[in-house]
C-alpha cells in the first residue's frame, strides 16, 4: 500500500550543485504536481503534470525543471542549487486533476542548501 | 488569480473546545473547496470537501459550509481533542480552468490536555 513514494528522504547540498528529486505513485494517477512548503508560506506549487508527456509551469518554477518519465513517476530536478531552494518538497497525484481535489501526498524530502 | 486566505496560527486551545478556522477564497470560476490536514512529520491528507455552493463537507467531525455569498468555507469542530494537533490548509480547485490546487498559508492548531 505504498501511494506516494519519494525519495530522498533528506538531502544536504553547498551551492551550485545539483540535485534531483524522485517521485513515483502506484495508483494509476494521471496528474503530478511538485510543491515546496516553506515556514508562513504555505504550499507553493512548482511544477505539474496533468498526463504522461505533459508539464506546466505552477507559481514558483523558477531554478527547477522536471520530467514526467512514464505515468508512474515525475522528478523534480535542481540544476545549481541556492540557499532559497531550502525547504521541504512534496509530490503529490491526483486520479482526475484538480477537479477531485483529492491530492495524495508523499511524506516529504527535506532538502538544506548550504 | 484565484487566492486563499486563512486566519493564522497558531491556534491553541483546550481539549473539548469549540474549534474555529477561517477560510475565504477568491475565484473567478465555480471552484471546489477542500480542508486538508497535515499531522507532525507526514504529508498532506485530505480532511473533507465541498464541490458547490450550500454543500457540507465533514470527517471526524470537522464540517465546513460553502458559502458562495461570503466566499468563505470556515472549519468547524465542536469538541476537539489532543489528536487534532496538526496544521489546517484550506485550498480551492477550479475545476474545468486548470489542474492546479491552490493552498492557503496553513493554520497551526495546539490543542492543550
Known amino acids: 500500500n505504498a501511494g506516494v513514494t519519494q525519495t530522498p528522504k533528506f538531502q544536504v547540498l553547498k551551492t551550485g550543485q545539483s540535485m534531483t528529486l524522485q517521485c513515483a505513485q502506484d495508483?494509476?494517477?494521471?496528474?503530478m504536481y511538485w510543491y515546496r512548503q516553506d515556514p508562513g508560506m504555505g504550499l507553493r506549487l512548482i511544477y505539474y503534470?496533468?498526463?504522461?508527456?505533459?508539464?506546466d509551469k505552477g507559481e514558483v518554477p523558477n531554478g527547477y525543471n522536471v520530467s514526467r518519465l512514464n505515468k508512474r513517476e515525475f522528478s523534480l530536478r535542481l540544476e545549481s542549487a541556492a540557499p532559497s531552494q531550502t525547504s521541504v518538497y512534496f509530490c503529490?497525484?491526483?486520479?482526475?486533476?484538480?477537479?477531485?481535489?483529492?491530492?495524495?501526498f508523499g511524506e516529504g524530502s527535506r532538502l538544506t542548501v548550504l | 488569480g484565484d487566492s486563499v486566505t486563512q486566519m493564522e496560527g497558531p491556534v491553541t486551545l483546550s481539549e473539548e473546545a469549540f474549534l474555529t478556522i477561517n477560510c475565504t477564497y477568491t475565484?473567478?470560476?465555480?471552484?471546489?473547496l477542500f480542508w486538508y490536514v497535515q499531522y507532525p512529520g507526514e504529508g498532506l491528507q485530505l480532511l473533507l470537501k465541498?464541490?458547490?455552493?450550500?454543500d457540507k463537507g465533514s470527517n471526524k467531525g470537522f464540517e465546513a459550509t460553502y458559502r458562495k455569498e461570503t466566499t468563505s468555507f470556515h472549519l468547524e469542530k465542536g469538541s476537539v481533542q489532543v489528536s487534532d494537533s496538526a496544521v489546517y490548509f484550506c485550498?480551492?480547485?477550479?475545476?474545468?480552468?486548470?489542474?492546479?490546487?491552490?493552498f492557503g498559508k496553513g493554520t497551526r492548531l495546539h490543542i492543550l490536555p
Open positions: 503534470s496533468a498526463s504522461e508527456g505533459t508539464t
Open positions: 495508483m494509476n494517477h494521471n496528474s
Open positions: 475565484a473567478t470560476g465555480y471552484p471546489s
Open positions: 465541498a464541490t458547490k455552493a450550500d
Open positions: 503529490a497525484s491526483s486520479e482526475e486533476g484538480g477537479g477531485t481535489g483529492e491530492l495524495f
Open positions: 485550498a480551492l480547485s477550479d475545476w474545468g480552468r486548470d489542474d492546479k490546487i491552490i
